[in-house]
T-cell receptor
Framework: EDQVTQSPEALRLQEGESSSLNCSYT??????LFWYRQDPGKGPEFLFT???AGEEKEKERLKATLTKKESFLHITAPKPEDSATYLC????????????FGQGTRLTINP | KAGVTQTPRYLIKTRGQQVTLSCSPI?????VSWYQQTPGQGLQFLFE???????NKGNFPGRFSGRQFSNSRSEMNVSTLELGDSALYLC??????????????FGEGSRLTVL
């Protein structure tokens, strides 16, 4: 059974203090690993797709990396508007959009 | 371009009742998935529809059902509601089926409270 574990559950940083969020996964036949951002009261918003080990994607202050067992979301010099829950998900199997999500990391950036 | 629209946004039901939630995907999107989000279990896959056919189903009891119409709009139904069904129900659309882009477009959800 596909599983995703995210750590830490919650992270509080000062503005400008860089850090990383971890996503460990087990999946048979990884078709893709995905990062989403969710703000309170909203649905998740897509950030990145990673397909193979060694791949990296960047968007503004966020950078996602992938190994064979885990993914990291690096946040460089974060701002208060980066505060959100960050969700990691994997997709396996054939012919389906089904995603298996982790529990998320709740990130708070203090000004 | 309008996003994914879910109705109603909030609703309160009592145990034993049934509920129907509606989802209008982004125009041109033919795949619609439903997820349940709770504080304890996180986001869990319910089912996926493409071209009016259920293509995949998660590990939920038969009380949870859904359908998709020819215009790609989707509904999900929960019968004989239980307290544990209280959750945020999220609908997500995608233009494709079977392509691992992972880019699902989520609505804001329907928050169901069962008393």
């Amino acid at each position: 059974e596909d599983q995703v574990t995210q750590s830490p559950e919650a992270l509080r940083l000062q503005e400008g203090e860089s850090s990383s969020l971890n996503c460990s996964y087990t999946v048979s036949g990884l078709r893709g690993l995905f990062w989403y951002r969710q703000d309170p009261g909203k649905g998740p918003e897509f950030l990145f797709t990673l397909y193979s080990a060694g791949e990296e994607k960047e968007k503004e202050r966020l950078k996602a990396t992938l190994t064979k067992k885990e993914s990291f979301l690096h946040i460089t010099a974060p701002k208060p508007e980066d505060s959100a829950t960050y969700l990691c998900a994997v997709q396996g199997g054939q012919g389906a959009q089904k995603l298996v999500f982790g529990q998320g990391t709740r990130l708070t950036i203090n000004p | 371009k309008a996003g994914v629209t879910q109705t109603p946004r909030y609703l309160i039901k009592t145990r034993g009742q049934q509920v129907t939630l509606s989802c209008s995907p982004i125009s041109g999107h033919r795949s619609v998935s439903w997820y349940q989000q709770t504080p304890g279990q996180g986001l869990q896959f319910l089912f996926e529809y493409f071209s009016e056919t259920q293509r995949n189903k998660g590990n939920f009891p038969g009380r949870f059902s859904g359908r998709q119409f020819s215009n790609s709009r989707s509904e999900m139904n929960v019968s004989t509601l239980e307290l544990g069904d209280s959750a945020l129900y999220l609908c997500a659309s995608s233009p494709f089926f079977g392509v691992s882009t992972g880019e699902l477009f989520f609505g804001e959800g329907s928050r169901l409270t069962v008393l």
